[in-house]
């Protein structure tokens, strides 16, 4: 946890219609963080998912979607000028490194100048040295990463990236809490996707819904296995 994550779900408070716990106080206190934070009434989405109505699950999915939406709408902020974050930096909302456990060697990322910078530091590219290209060539799909990843990116998005069921509180039909800001920030526009159907490998039944929410992208989904797989995490087959 990091005291950026409050500053986080204030800015979403102020500037989105997104329900989020209301931060009382934030601070650190012998190296370790400690956000006071409203109590949500809600629970999990996925307590009793199966059991729900088409029509209850459509309407908890739309909100969502429209949460999602309102993220991806908001521009990234002009950086203040000792911060490397801003327009078209890869960065956390105070621009920033992203923090996310789930990448490879640290969970601490960045900030990147742009999003090619960001995919080259996931695959670890030493791309000055020409046995880089002629190595990974020997197995195709690692040159299909490489070409999806080297393609012209629009502007990153504002992105929760850790859209997991258990982050989804809700009451009845009404979504009363987006939880697990900690991996928010500015990311390529297929991150929240990939983010989400990743969030939790178990979770096969939230994957399955994950597209309803978010703007579904295969061929981002299938280079971030093999990157997973060849580059960090456990590799599963597409």
Same mark, same amino acid.
Not at 32 to 52: A, C, N
Not at 110 to 126: C, M, N, Q, T, Y
């Given at each position: 946890?990091?005291?950026?994550?409050?500053?986080?779900?204030?800015?979403?408070?102020?500037?989105?219609?997104?329900?989020?716990?209301?931060?009382?106080?934030?601070?650190?206190?012998?190296?370790?963080?400690?956000?006071?934070?409203?109590?949500?009434?809600?629970?999990?989405?996925?307590?009793?998912?199966?059991?729900?109505?088409?029509?209850?699950?459509?309407?908890?999915?739309?909100?969502?979607?429209?949460?999602?939406?309102?993220?991806?709408?908001?521009?990234?902020?002009?950086?203040?000028?000792?911060?490397? @974050? @801003?327009? @078209?930096?890869?960065? #956390?909302?105070?621009?920033?490194?992203?923090? #996310?456990?789930?990448?490879? *060697?640290?969970?601490?990322?960045?900030?990147?100048?742009?999003? #090619?910078?960001?995919?080259?530091?996931?695959?670890?590219?030493?791309?000055?040295?020409?046995?880089?290209?002629?190595?990974?060539?020997?197995?195709?799909?690692?040159?299909?990463?490489?070409?999806?990843?080297?393609?012209?990116?629009?502007?990153?998005?504002?992105?929760?990236?850790?859209?997991?069921?258990?982050?989804?509180?809700?009451? @009845?039909?009404?979504?009363?809490?987006?939880? #697990?800001?900690?991996?928010?920030?500015?990311?390529?526009?297929?991150?929240?996707?990939?983010?989400?159907?990743?969030?939790?490998?178990?979770?096969?039944?939230?994957?399955?819904?994950?597209?309803?929410?978010?703007?579904?992208?295969? *061929?981002?989904?299938?280079?971030?296995?093999?990157?997973?797989?060849?580059?960090?995490?456990?590799?599963?087959?597409?």
């Amino acid at each position: 946890m990091r005291l950026t994550e409050a500053h986080t779900m204030r800015f979403i408070a102020e500037n989105t219609t997104i329900p989020v716990p209301k931060v009382y106080a934030a601070f650190e206190h012998n190296d370790q963080v400690y956000i006071v934070m409203e109590r949500t009434k809600g629970k999990p989405v996925s307590h009793g998912w199966l059991q729900r109505s088409a029509a209850s699950k459509t309407e908890i999915l739309s909100q969502l979607k429209t949460m999602v939406d309102q993220l991806r709408a908001i521009p990234a902020p002009a950086p203040p000028p000792e911060s490397r @974050g @801003g327009p @078209g930096r890869v960065c #956390d909302i105070l621009g920033g490194p992203i923090s #996310d456990d789930r990448l490879p *060697d640290t969970h601490l990322w960045g900030p990147f100048a742009s999003i #090619d910078a960001f995919h080259r530091a996931l695959r670890s590219a030493d791309e000055t040295d020409p046995l880089y290209d002629a190595g990974t060539a020997r197995v195709p799909w690692i040159s299909e990463m490489m070409a999806f990843q080297r393609a012209e990116w629009p502007e990153p998005v504002l992105t929760h990236g850790r859209l997991a069921a258990r982050a989804v509180r809700v009451r @009845g039909d009404e979504v009363v809490a987006l939880l #697990d800001w900690e991996s928010a920030g500015w990311m390529p526009p297929y991150w929240e996707y990939t983010s989400a159907w990743h969030a939790n490998p178990t979770d096969r039944v939230w994957r399955e819904e994950v597209g309803r929410f978010v703007t579904p992208w295969p *061929d981002a989904l299938a280079m971030e296995i093999v990157r997973r797989g060849y580059f960090g995490g456990v590799y599963e087959r597409f």
